[in-house]
């Protein structure tokens, strides 16, 4: 089989439509099934419902008119009767891509402990460095006691990178070593090259379950609720602008810039601008701006200055960029990993404004501008986040065992499910991003 896998649909009546996720036996027929012990486990000796309904589907949209279709849905996480992996038969590996995010120690430890305590398995891998460790270095062996604390730091103990996703290279590793469960924690570009792993894989006809977990401090992954580590950034967030709004407020006509992450999203500047109450301006790249003129930015700070005698402004890293095209020579600069390199907007607003004031307006302003990106990035997750890492780990090790692969697990409305890697920007043939 060559190229993309089409997605599986299954129709039902009054316009439902379930777009289920591969599982191994779709292409390796006959594979024998085991009962799920999950029921002989204390630890589930009071839950009365232990398993997932096979039937169990979670709806896309659930605000819907009275003639609406049914509508699309994705299938319910969690463990099921039959597992098609014996404990002792699985050889796991976790792999950590792309940039930082607070919470990824945790989704790690809880892959970890959800295979040994809840299955049995006692053979798990840490690749590290990212996906050129597949074929370049050494791994690490997890055991609970190994990852034991690792919750409580920042980064990802198994180490990361950009780049180095050589499809080939990789299954030939994942072949060589034996393993049979592949856990890969990243954003929207780390998953397609999860899902073109899965590809080769099927390919190949190797009884190896490839999910994805979801990663992106910008929260801006498609259909799933929210992404780790979110909850997390905006309230870091909040001690820049705390810092932006005293920095401002002390001096005369002073102005606070607080550059937070947002590449394509501003989903934690609009978060933290809406928590902290202190920003006068939140400029993100869902709604373009510009600087000059009637109804301008410049317009509204000398207007707010006038008023309150100083102000904030938040701005998402990816706001603006039609302004810096425009005023700058574009380069089309890319990372190892082919994202499109963004210039400093905020360096690059800042010096608009100072230049604006002194030469425009003969206006005297002080302004502090404040870039804590990689300080908020480094910080382990929050309490909300590390139970959500959580949900999200015992998700993927639930599918992985029930035998299914070519997923990403996450939140759809509340309720945590499956969601083919190709449903909407998941999958890219041409192109590998991260």
């Given at each position: 089989m060559a190229g993309v896998s089409q997605i599986k649909t299954v129709t039902g009546e009054g316009g439902y439509v379930l777009e289920d996720v591969p599982h191994l036996t779709d292409y390796i027929p006959d594979l024998p099934t085991y009962r799920n012990q999950l029921p002989d486990n204390p630890a589930y000796?009071?839950?009365?419902?232990?398993?997932?309904?096979?039937?169990?589907?979670?709806?896309?949209?659930?605000?819907?008119?009275?003639?609406?279709?049914?509508?699309?849905?994705?299938?319910?996480?969690?463990?099921?009767?039959?597992?098609?992996f014996q404990s002792d038969e699985v050889h796991a590996c976790i792999v950590t891509c792309g940039g930082l995010c607070p919470g990824l120690n945790t989704v790690i430890r809880e892959i970890v402990c959800g295979l040994y305590h809840i299955y049995g398995v006692n053979k798990v891998l840490g690749i590290d460095g990212g996906y050129r460790g597949f074929y370049s270095k050494n791994t690490i062996k997890l055991t609970p006691k190994v990852v034991d604390d690792i919750h409580k730091r920042g980064g990802t103990f198994l180490g990361t990178s950009r780049g180095g996703h050589d499809k080939s290279k990789i299954v030939d590793s994942i072949q060589d070593r034996g393993i049979n469960q592949v856990y890969i924690i990243g954003g929207d570009g780390t998953q397609k090259g999860a899902a073109l792993i899965y590809e080769e894989i099927r390919r190949r006809g190797l009884k190896v379950a490839v999910v994805g977990v979801p990663e992106t401090i910008d929260n801006d992954i498609p259909v799933i609720d929210r992404s780790f580590g979110f909850d997390t950034a905006v309230e870091e967030a909040q001690r820049a602008i705390s810092a932006a709004h005293v920095e401002a407020g002390s001096f005369e006509n002073g102005i606070g810039l607080v550059k937070l992450m947002g590449r394509h999203s501003g989903f934690i500047a609009m978060h933290a601008t809406l928590a902290s109450r202190d920003v006068d301006c939140c400029l993100i790249p869902e709604s373009p701006f510009y600087l000059e003129g009637k109804g301008g930015l410049f317009e509204f700070i000398k207007r707010r200055l006038k008023e309150n005698g100083h102000m904030v402004i938040v701005v998402a890293e990816g706001a603006g960029e039609n302004l810096l095209t425009k005023y700058l020579q574009s380069m089309d600069l890319q990372d190892a990993s082919g994202n499109n390199l963004h210039r400093d907007v905020g360096l690059w607003i800042s010096q608009k404004i100072n230049d604006h004031f002194a030469r425009e307006d003969k206006m005297a302003i002080t302004l502090k501008y404040i870039d804590p990106t990689y300080m908020i990035r480094a910080v382990p997750g929050n309490a909300s986040d590390n139970v959500y890492c959580t949900l999200l780990a015992h998700s993927a090790v639930h599918g992985a065992m029930a035998g299914f692969t070519g997923f990403t697990a996450g939140p759809v409305n509340g309720q945590h499910c499956y969601i083919p890697f190709e449903v909407n920007s998941f999958m890219s043939q041409n192109k590998y991003y991260t």
């Open positions: 000796s009071t839950v009365k419902e232990t398993f997932v309904n096979v039937d169990d589907a979670v709806a896309q949209k659930v605000v819907v008119h009275n003639n609406s279709p049914r509508g699309t849905h994705f299938r319910r996480a969690g463990p099921r009767q039959k597992v098609y």
